[in-house]
């Protein structure tokens, strides 16, 4: 039976992609694990790694195309042993075959993303949640007829994949609960407000006179970076709590530990930047303040066990937050060089989904560029979000008289469900005792 390779879904998020190049043509022998193809999301540049084997029977989408929807068939292999020619005129290629008329399917929400009617039980829960599941086609047969829920199930073969041996494990030791029915995974969720219908493009560009302006179509990633914004700000209860802190013994203990940083191969091992130290006072600050690092759902509280720190990078036509993960206890030299990975990979958009998915707050420095201070939009799932200014000599009350010391502003967004204004100020404190005496973050 011709096996259909499907749009992945490479995020949580990601609806559609771009099939940005095949490195494998039709005829081409297929192994697991064979990388076949480069899909560009709203983030990044993605691998496609097979997860069948056989023939590449049918390109069904050609390289360069846009906005293919998550689940689409975009290729087809030959199994083992079946008539190439038969697998790639079969009914597998067809995507109208694979799931209902778009007139009959209801348009997919964020929470809802597109399932092919005829879909497996065992794979419906991985899909309803952006998860692709790489099993080989003996255990999805055999976890339909046995309503094993594969999302449940740890795979053991190449890269993962599930295998028959997984699926009759966890059958033995029924450690993988039954999926869903169809019937339940496909029951609607509650109706949500119809949107306040804005002016249309049309009328907007009427309010201009013709040929002043360049229209550039907006891109996969300026549409997400749109719609996870207005999310954010429309249904996330947000409040601002700014302080300042004085930077002159954390700009003092850097240059010390700059000067002392070993030069390998004729170069610094190490070089921080005052971000970098922004990170780990916050991820600390976090540790020190644990029922701030939360995240709310509507059925319970998520608190973090470890401060995984979101930093905001600007690359073209939008912008990324690559995760440093566990920063409370990582060295400062690290955090900066992973940064600095990080950041170089984000702007190539090579960055994998683990690297800028999850977190549980996040930093935006804009003083680089001169901001004194700023509000930045929480970045869900996080319940926090930190913005920097630029550190600036001011002049400042000490002992009763007028000093001059570098001050730098920053402004914590909470979500206000997750986080109190006393906690917030609580998590604020913590912050500046670690950047006004920044020697306790090194030891």
Known sequence: MPIDILMPALSPTMEKGNLAKWLKKEGDTIKAGDVIAEIETDKATMEVEAVDEGILARIVVAAGAQDVPVNQIIAVIAAEGEDVKAAAGGAGAKPAAAAPAPAAAPAPTKAEPAVAAAAAPASIAAAASGIRLFASPLAKRIAKLEGIDLSKVAGTGPHGRVVERDVKSALAGGTAKAAPTPAAAAAPSAPKPAPVAGPSDEQVKKLFVPGSFEEIPHDNMRKVIARRLTEAKTTIPHFYLTIDCELDALLALREQINKAAPVR???????????????????????????????????????????????????????????????????????????????????????????????????????????????????????????????????????????????????????????????????????????????????
């Open 265 to 443: 191969d004729g170069k610094p091992a190490y070089k921080l930047s005052v971000n970098d130290l922004v990170i780990k006072a916050l991820a600390l600050s976090l540790r020190a303040v644990p029922d701030a690092n939360v995240t709310w759902t509507d059925g319970a509280m998520l608190k973090h066990q470890h401060a995984d720190i979101g930093v905001a990078v600007s690359i073209p036509g939008g912008l990324i937050t690559p995760v440093i993960r566990d920063a409370c206890h990582k060295p400062v030299s690290v955090i900066s060089n992973e940064m600095k990975d990080l950041a170089a990979r984000a702007r190539n958009r090579k960055l994998k989904p683990e690297e800028y998915q999850g977190g549980s707050s996040a930093v935006s420095n804009l003083g680089m560029f001169g901001i004194k201070d700023f509000a930045a939009v929480i970045n869900p799932p996080h319940a926090t979000i930190l913005a920097v200014g630029a550190g600036e000599k001011r002049v400042v009350v000490k002992n009763d008289a007028p000093a001059v010391a570098t001050v730098m502003s920053v402004t914590l967004s909470t979500d206000h469900r997750a986080v109190d204004g006393a906690l917030g100020a609580e998590l604020m404190a913590a912050f500046r005792g670690y950047i006004e005496n920044p020697i306790g973050m090194l030891v």
